[in-house]
């Protein structure tokens, strides 16, 4: 059965990001900030994909995969 909450550590594999760089995230509000329950704070995978969502596309730039 897929699971709604997730650990800060699932949440940023989730979103394919590091823990330390979905923390910058959560700071600055484009993810969203966890639920508590109890003395455990989990990510509603739903808030997950509507962040993931609204976060900025790459306009190329100039960059092409061979560039990386």
Known sequence: MP???????EAASYVG???SKF???VADHRMPRPLRIDS???WDVRELDLSFDALPRDDGG???W???
Do not use: A
């Open 66 to 68: 061979g560039d990386v």
């Open 23 to 25: 923390d910058q995230l």
């Open 3 to 9: 699971r709604r909450g997730l650990s800060r550590e």
């Open 17 to 19: 990001i590091s823990p």
């Open 62 to 64: 100039g960059n092409s």
């Open 40 to 42: 455990r704070k989990v």
